[in-house]
């Protein structure tokens, strides 16, 4: 009997891909509008944390 396929992980694993491109998308416009001359105030140690939401 063949297995059955598990839905849930493949929807998890979608679920974590389109997490991932949306972050780096927001991180591409973030460096593109600082490239363009708008100041976006940088805090000391926040990309060496590790911490990958933004923080508001």
């Known amino acids: 009997m063949a297995r059955k396929p598990n839905y849930n992980f493949e929807k998890r694993q979608k679920d974590l891909a389109r997490v991932k491109k949306k972050e780096e998308k ?19 140690g926040s ?10």
């Open 47 to 56: 990309e060496s944390e590790g911490s990958e939401t933004p923080t508001e």
């Open 26 to 44: 927001l991180q591409k416009k973030a460096l593109k509008k600082d490239a363009l001359g708008n100041d976006i105030p940088e805090t000391e």
